[in-house]
Nanobody
């Protein structure tokens, strides 16, 4: 079983920055492919960014490409999402997700590919 705990959400003005963290426990972190998703009120959960188990490969949704950066520190069992140039449309609950891969170097952008989810952290961008 993998436990995921997000932190770092909050209220920020249009154009501001936030860094989200996702701390993982319960399994060797380097055996997990990780991802960030978000869900705005009244909308379906959508993919934001993904990273493979080593951190060497990343993938982004077009809506955040160039503004958000996903990274991980396997020594600290933690994944990050640096969010810059935030816009009101980025307002959502952000979730981290993990998939047990063990040896695969793939990343995953479909929510159905992930086995474990965090509880979410609210990000609100005011205009």
């Amino acid at each position: 079983q993998v436990q995921l705990v997000e932190s770092g959400g909050g209220l920020v003005q249009d154009g501001g920055s936030l860094r989200l963290s996702c701390a993982a426990s319960g399994r060797t972190f380097s055996s997990l492919a990780m991802g960030w998703f978000r869900q705005a009120p009244g909308k379906e959960r959508e993919f934001v960014a993904a990273i493979n188990r080593s951190g060497g490969s990343t993938y982004y949704a077009d809506s955040v490409k160039g503004r958000f950066t996903i990274s991980r520190d396997n020594a600290k069992n933690t994944m990050y999402l640096q969010m810059n140039s935030l816009k009101p449309e980025d307002t959502a609950v952000y979730y981290c997700a993990a998939r047990v891969v063990v040896y695969s170097g793939n990343y995953y952008y479909a929510s159905r590919e992930y086995h474990y989810w965090g509880q979410g952290t609210q990000v609100t961008v005011s205009s």
